[in-house]
């Protein structure tokens, strides 16, 4: 099959137990949740989006016609030499595209996969690190993973009922909502939410503090 991808970029991953890694980050078109468009947002069952995932118009992106086009793109893109080789796939939301010869075609490059979520669609087979992020509104099918990453607050979920899902980490990373004291309450609300359950970690956006992509 072919791919749509947004953008490819060499970063750091912000985010979760794997941040601070050297990543190459795809981010496919797309998403199930949300068209992108502004004029859809009050309407979309996930209104909170910070992403661009609409066409395949930015930094390194476009249709690849196969998933070894694709993958040597992304290997071309790392660089350097081959060691701690990390792809973190996402979008929109990349089940919506990711397969198995994807998922190979990385692998044969040496590298380790992961991939963020929204939980909607099962998990391709083969993903090396999986993070699932909830969204209100949604049925999440994928209930385990490496991590679960709750993006709060989010007043339709409850943090109970995820503590059980069987993830080896469950993260809780505040709410981008775009204001400075929108955000301040936020932070207050995801602090609140590991003091009352340390089952809980707080995650941050830290490649934002950093003035990263
Ligand atoms: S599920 Fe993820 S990619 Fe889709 S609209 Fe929500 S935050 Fe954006």
Redesign the pocket.
């Known amino acids: 099959m072919s791919y749509a991808v947004k953008e490819m970029f060499l970063t750091l991953q912000g985010e979760g137990k794997q941040a601070g890694r050297r990543a190459l980050f795809l981010r496919f078109a797309g998403?199930n949740?949300?068209s992108g468009r502004e004029v859809d947002r009050a309407s979309a069952i996930?209104t909170f989006?910070d992403?661009d995932?609409v066409g395949t118009d930015g930094e390194n992106g476009g249709r690849f016609a196969d998933a070894e086009a694709l993958a040597d793109a992304v290997a071309a893109l790392w660089a350097g030499d081959g060691r701690e080789r990390f792809a973190v796939i996402t979008?929109?939301?990349p089940m919506l595209q990711l397969d198995t010869a994807l998922i190979d075609a990385l692998h044969a490059r040496d590298f380790e996969i992961a991939v963020e979520s929204?939980g909607t669609l099962p998990a391709t087979p083969g993903i090396d690190w999986l993070c699932i992020s909830p969204?209100a509104g949604s049925t999440v099918v994928q209930r385990s993973g490496d991590e679960l990453k709750l993006v709060w607050p989010q007043p339709d979920i409850d943090p109970t009922a995820l503590i059980g899902w069987d993830f080896g980490a469950h993260l809780v990373q505040p709410m981008d909502c775009g204001d400075p004291v929108r955000n301040a309450a936020a932070r207050e609300a995801a602090i609140a939410l590991v003091m009352a359950d340390p089952r809980w970690r707080l995650t941050l956006q830290t490649h934002k503090l950093l003035g990263l992509k």
């Open positions: 998403c949740l949300w996930c989006c992403t995932f979008g929109g939301e929204n969204k």
